[in-house]
């Protein structure tokens, strides 16, 4: 149902990249919605890998990329650490539309793909760690956005449309990659810039390296013949990239992001993990990743036009924290992540610009759930299953998380709330979540039950 309240009118340039169409007029600019919901609607479609119990346990990655912008398509080599479950000789992984070419490792005894995923069966069952080399091909029908004029390819979410891994979001693991280039174009990748390295065939080598752990939908890069400038905020070099705009304006569009980055480091308890985090201006698509963000190039215009709408760039710099770093355990318990990001990015919104600037987030996100309880959809924050997820789904965990949130500190207080989301923060990072965590965490915090809070409003 399309309807207008003209009081929303002045919360377009705030929401206008997330807000729900539904809840707004179709003839509004919200083209991007599109764009910043993809990584939302992604999540369906890998919402019953969690179920399957042969997944194993990733330690490492190292993967070698040759990605071809004019034909939109990827060469990949892989090797994989990882282990196994007691009384397993199957293991799975996610392949999504690549093809595999072959499959060696000293205990591998076959393999095939089905249905998406890559089945290998091994010759005995191991406890220790296992080794498998891996080599593919494939045209993405997702996951990596291809331009070819100018030329540039970045990614989205789905990790298994480049290489293959667990897509499960408990499994963390480290990653190096190496990006092979052509054109004399640029890359950034998930983790620390180890340096590149020329061939003989006019071919640039962009290393990286991530030795913390993530899961592997945060894994991901981006080529393009970047303009870039960089700032620093402590020890953490921080890197702006776009193909349009001047290293003027990439400077002015992210003058905050070092105070973002130290708002939640001081909120969080946790510094930031990583040297370096970049934000590229690129395509229409928004998607936090470990070290990076990619943003809607046409972001840019509006923060120009209003310093203060930075709302995506404290959003997905929060994923960080909340989201990479203190992961959703299975996506029945995706609020944690989202719900926790967008409630991070008003609080920033408080502390920089004012209590009112807050209190306007917070009615755009109790306005979006009141709508929801007018239809009859709403659902309790821990979805039973992840599967098929409605926008109204989606909105719940975005919206009504964010709202909850902001409801708990209300019932805590203050300072027993901000101490509870240290306590939660610093517990947590570099480990997967359910709600029950954090519920834990809070009353731990404030010496309060809070079981019939979380009755009302998750549950």
């Known amino acids: 149902m399309n309807k207008k309240p003209p009081s929303k009118k002045r919360f377009l340039p705030l929401f206008r990249w997330f807000y729900h169409l539904d809840f707004m007029n179709a003839t509004l600019p919200f083209s991007s919605l599109r764009a910043f919901g993809f990584c939302l609607i992604a999540i369906q479609s890998h919402g019953q890998s969690q179920s399957i119990d042969v997944s194993p346990d990733v330690i490492s990655y190292s993967v070698q990329l040759e990605p071809d912008i004019q034909n939109k398509s990827i060469k990949g080599k892989e090797t994989i650490h990882f282990l196994t479950a007691a009384n397993t000789k199957e293991v799975v992984f996610s392949s999504g539309n690549l093809k595999v070419d072959f499959v060696r490792g000293d205990l591998v005894e076959r393999f095939f793909q089905r249905d998406q995923k890559l089945f290998i069966t091994l010759s005995e069952e191991v406890k220790s760690g296992i080794e498998v080399k891996i080599n593919y091909h494939g045209n993405p029908k997702k996951g990596v956005i291809f331009n070819a004029n100018p030329p540039t390819a970045y990614t989205v979410y789905f990790t298994d449309e480049w290489m293959i891994c667990n897509m499960n979001p408990d499994d963390r693991a480290t990653i190096e990659t190496d990006l092979m280039i052509q054109d004399g174009l640029k890359a950034v990748a998930t983790g620390q810039f180890q340096g590149k390295s020329d061939d003989a065939n006019k071919v640039t080598v962009f290393s990286w390296n991530q030795k913390n752990t993530t899961p ?6 981006a080529i393009g013949n ?4 960089s700032d620093k905020q402590g020890d953490v070099k921080l890197n702006y990239y776009s193909l349009n705009w001047s290293t003027d304006e990439l400077n002015k569009v992210f003058i905050e992001t070092g105070n973002i980055l130290e708002f939640f480091e001081e909120k969080s308890g946790v510094k930031y993990i990583q040297d370096s985090y970049s934000q590229i201006l690129i395509g229409d698509h928004y998607q936090e990743m470990s070290g990076f963000s990619v943003l809607r190039d046409s972001y840019a215009s509006s ?3 209003d310093s203060s709408e930075i709302h995506l760039t404290s959003h997905e710099l929060a994923h960080q924290w909340w989201g990479n770093m203190i992961t959703c355990k299975s996506f029945q318990h995706f609020w944690l992540n989202e719900a926790f990001a967008t409630f991070m990015s008003s609080a920033f919104n408080e502390y920089k610009f004012g209590k009112e600037k807050y209190d306007s987030d917070i009615s755009i996100y ?6 929801i309880l007018k239809k009859g959809k709403d659902k309790p924050l821990v979805f039973p299953h992840w599967d098929n997820p ?19 500190k ?3 207080g203050y300072d027993a709330f901000w101490k509870g989301i240290k306590l939660y923060s610093q517990k947590y990072f570099g480990k997967s979540v359910v709600t029950q965590d954090f519920q834990k965490a809070m009353e731990k915090s404030s010496n309060k039950n809070l079981d019939d809070f979380f009755k009302k409003w998750v549950y």
């Open 303 to 305: 923060v120009l036009k």
């Open 366 to 371: 109790k306005d979006i759930y009141d709508d």
């Open 226 to 229: 970047f303009k870039e400038t």
């Open 216 to 221: 592997a939908y945060t894994y991901g890069f």
């Open 410 to 412: 209300q019932e805590l």
């Open 390 to 408: 409605s926008k109204d789904d989606r909105n719940i965990v975005y919206y009504k998380g964010a709202y909850v949130l902001h409801l708990l």
